[in-house]
């Protein structure tokens, strides 16, 4: 990625202008870009062996790499009919114990694989819900994490987990200090009681900030809450009261993520009353609703659906240019190679990708047999890496300085993507981005449709495959 400085001095990186009409004509769906190639490019070719042998060549060298870790816990009690996540719906506790014992047979064998040439900086227990387990249960993944892990100290870390507040006490939280976790992320969505009803998430706003008040009073250093727009039963009056109770608690970033409702992908959609969805020019309103009481109290754009204080970490990196964007969205560490374990994660080392199981029965059985539990992935080519690179500096900051880029990746820019540089012009006309012979910069009524800039650049999505299997940009 380009350095701060080939950044413009006077681009306002965070600076965000909502145009209702423009977005309706371009809305559309399209990829997150977690990463480039995305998952869906991914192949069974690329295999367990395959792995193996990009893991010991990436850590045999000697050379210590920061890691970050990304551990899936599957389970819920309770299921919200939204939800798109790969979860298990259960009460029983025993089944995560019997999770747990094959999570730790596949620490086992990567911490093997990479031995002692990486550190963890980063931590993400993410789900279902990582607080399903019990506190005893949390206590042991967190220790069989740091027998196989070498953990870098609490003030170099992040580490994190995500929270239903509904299933958490002050104890818990308390715990999780004593663990070692810094951050969190609150799951919310909205407090309207109608909605709430709606998607089968009934949840107090007293919750919610008792479990906040427990993590400032542990020393957590930055707590984050999700929301969803375009809900059912969702109205302007009532996010409008959702978003006043969520700004007065001050959390140090928002998620406002868009439902993306795809009942054929998510069977538990099937619940949901498509006559009580908002309509697009509703769920612009929430939108643009949002956007005016974020920035209005204080808090800045960082992309996609992300808001942070503006000493926030991430909104620091922003402005330095230092922002980067994985599968666990935007992150300050700069390409950092991600381990990924349990059902379904998706990790990434230098330059591959590779993809766990999806059910537990695969999981338990892969294991069982002392094999990685992996089923596809990805090793990139150099045509990837270019696009990955450049992907990433738009959805991060926005603008890239063309030069610096051809010099960085020793090509002509300008015969390498002339297809897509003509494809950029009807964006050029609808203001939405400027471009010359040195620079691309993406104005301030263009950011919330970055994602339709960086499909220009996508080379499988140039191949024609349909977009109906990616949610809506906006």
Aim: charged content about 20%; proline content about 4%.
């Amino acid at each position: 990625m380009p350095s701060p400085s080939l950044l413009h001095p006077s681009f306002d990186v965070q600076a965000l202008s909502f145009d209702k009409a423009l977005i309706e004509q371009l809305a559309g769906n399209g990829p997150r870009y977690t990463s480039y190639p995305t998952a869906d490019r991914f192949h069974a070719g690329f295999d367990a062996t395959a792995y193996h042998a990009l893991a010991e060549q990436r850590f045999s060298a000697g050379q210590r790499r920061p890691l970050s870790l990304y551990v899936h816990i599957p389970f819920c009690n309770t299921i919200c009919y939204y939800c798109g996540c790969n979860k298990i719906i259960t009460k029983d506790k025993s089944k995560a114990e019997v999770y747990l014992d094959y999570l730790e047979r596949e620490m086992a064998m990567q911490a093997g694989l990479i031995g002692s040439g990486a550190r963890v900086e980063q931590l993400h227990f993410g789900g279902g819900t990582p607080t399903f387990l019990s506190d005893t249960q949390l206590e042991r993944l967190m220790g069989a994490l740091r027998q196989h892990f070498d953990f870098a100290p609490d003030e170099q870390g992040e580490y994190s987990i995500e929270i239903d507040p509904r299933k958490v006490n002050a104890e818990t939280v308390a715990l999780l200090a004593r663990l070692g976790f810094n951050r969190m992320s609150i799951g919310v969505q909205d407090f309207d009681p109608a909605v709430q009803a709606a998607v089968n998430r009934i949840q107090s706003e007293a919750e919610t900030l008792s479990v906040m008040k427990a993590a400032r009073a542990h020393g957590f250093r930055s707590i984050s809450i999700d929301l969803i727009y375009g809900l059912p039963r969702q109205t302007t009056a009532g996010f409008s009261a959702t978003l006043d109770k969520v700004i007065a608690a001050r959390p140090d970033r928002l998620s406002i993520y868009s439902y993306a409702h795809l009942p054929h992908l998510f069977k538990p959609q099937r619940r949901i009353a498509e006559a009580e969805l908002p309509t697009l020019d509703e769920k612009l309103d929430l939108l643009s609703l949002a956007i005016d009481k974020l920035t209005g109290a204080g808090y800045v754009y960082i992309g996609m659906d992300h808001f942070a204080l503006p000493d926030d970490e991430l909104a620091q990196a922003q402005r330095a240019g230092t922002l980067h964007r994985n599968f666990q969205g935007y992150s300050t560490r700069d390409d950092i190679d991600l381990l990924a374990l349990g059902v379904s994660g998706i990790g990434k080392l230098g330059d591959s990708y590779s993809q766990n199981v999806k059910t537990t029965e695969e999981y338990y059985a892969l294991l069982d047999a002392g094999q990685l539990p992996l089923f596809r992935g990805l090793q990139l080519s150099r045509d990837d890496e270019i696009r990955r690179a450049l992907i990433q500096q738009l959805m991060c900051q926005f603008a890239l300085d063309l030069n610096a880029f051809a010099a960085q990746w020793q090509i002509d820019f300008a015969s390498y993507f002339a297809q897509e540089l003509a494809s950029l012009q009807p964006m050029v006309r609808l203001g939405l981005l400027t471009l010359d012979a040195q620079r691309l910069q993406v104005l301030p009524r263009g950011r919330l449709l970055v994602r339709n800039i960086a499909m220009l650049f996508d080379r499988y999505l140039q191949q024609g495959q349909p977009l109906v299997r990616y949610s809506k940009v906006i």
